[in-house]
Structure formats: C-alpha cells, structure tokens
C-alpha cells in the first residue's frame, strides 16, 4: 500500500529536548516537505526537499533542522524545542515538484511542548 | 500575506442541503488542487485543476477552476454527513514557489 508513515503519531515533550519526528514513504517519490498545522493559520510549510541531498526553506524554518540522507526518508528535527513548536506536523510527499501531481500526506503528528 | 484566502472559513448546514466554498487570490496559479481533511488524518487530494474555466465532478462535488486562473469554487450537492470536513484548496504559481494552502473551510453537515 502506497502511504507516508510517520512516527510518533503523539509527542510530549519538555522545553530544550532533542527531538526528531520520522518521516517515510514507499513510493518512491522525489519531493518531500514538512508541515506544520495550527488553529487560524492553516498549513505552514516548514522545510522541503527536491531529491537526496537537496533541501530548502519553508515558510517557516525557524528553529527546526531536516535531512535527506535517503529518497525515502525525510526526519524532521527540532534541536531545542520551545512551547511555541507545539503544532500538529505533516510530512508530504509527491512523485516530482510539478503542482498538478498528488501530494500524500502521513497521518500526523501531535507535538506538546511543555 | 494569504495568497489563497478561502471562505467562508466555517460552514454547518442540514443534510441535503447545497454549499459553495470559494477558494480566491490575487495571483495566478498554474493549477489549483482541493483536499478533505477528516480528524486525525492528513489531507488526502480530491482533484486538480490545470486549465481556466475547467470544471470537474466527483458525484456530487462540482470544482470550477476561474477563467484567469486566481480562483476556484467547489460546490456540493445534496450534502451529507460524510461530506463534513476541513476542506483546503493548494495552488502552486511556479516551480520554483513553495505550494500554497488556504486556511481552509471547516464543514458540518448535520444530519
């Protein structure tokens, strides 16, 4: 089955703690982006990245790191989080960067920063 | 600044009942897309639209893409309770622009 897997679905965690939200996808696909998901402001794309070893800013990158190491997997990394990181994130994917093709999203992650 | 401004922002309406979401900017776009969101869940795409004036059905969803490409509709027809979502309208303006999401539409259809 087609799909984009991310872990963990649920986050809790204390201001200044590493933390890394894993990203996969089994369909092969060259570009992935992060978002983030909040209450009036929508969705807010955080980092992308074209193919392995290619990435670029968002809209808002502040605060959070990515790598592409591998074309399946696009970690998403917050080094020091802070209580505004609270968010529901979403890692995507699409088969190339045109925009008519189908971006896939995973099922989410809730981060609470305390 | 919003490129895509969507609205209304929420909708609750009877079962069997009709509704148009509008999804509008002030810049063209080289293709519009309209997701569903349902709790828990990511959006999952509904339908592409590439050329101005273009109209696609999905059963009783109808979206229309503007003639100059700044704009799309969707309207649903006989709405029912497995319709009620968040609905986001994407558009992307160039390959080298991030795609853009409208804050979406929160509808309740209420049976």
């Known amino acids: 089955e087609a799909q984009v897997t991310q872990n963990p679905r649920y986050l809790i965690t204390v201001t200044g703690k590493k933390l890394t939200v894993t990203c996969s996808q089994n369909m092969n696909h060259e570009y992935m982006s992060w978002y983030r998901q909040d209450p009036g402001l929508g969705l807010r794309q955080i980092y992308y990245s074209m193919n392995v070893e290619v990435t670029d800013k968002g809209d808002v990158p502040e605060g959070y790191k990515v790598s592409r190491k591998e074309k399946r997997n696009f970690p998403l990394i917050l080094e020091s989080p802070s209580p505004n990181q609270t968010s529901l994130y979403f890692c995507?994917?699409?088969?190339?960067?045109?925009?008519?093709?189908?971006?896939?999203f995973g099922q989410g992650t809730r981060l609470t920063v305390v | 600044t919003q490129l895509l401004e969507q609205s209304p922002q929420f909708l609750s309406i009877q079962e069997g009942e009709n509704l148009t979401v509008y999804c509008n900017s002030s810049?063209?776009?080289?293709?519009l897309q309209w997701y569903r969101q349902e709790p828990g869940e990511g959006p999952v795409l509904l339908v592409t639209?590439?050329?101005?004036?273009e109209v696609k059905k999905l059963k009783r969803l109808t979206f229309q893409f503007g003639d100059a490409r700044k704009d799309s509709s969707l309207h649903i027809t006989a709405a029912q309770p497995g319709d009620t979502g968040l609905y986001l309208c994407a558009g992307g303006i160039s390959g080298n622009t991030p795609l853009v999401f409208g804050k979406g539409t929160r509808l309740s259809v209420i049976a």
């Open positions: 639209v590439v050329t101005g004036g």
């Open positions: 995507a994917s699409r088969i190339g960067r045109g925009w008519s093709t189908e971006a896939f």
């Open positions: 810049s063209v776009f080289s293709s």
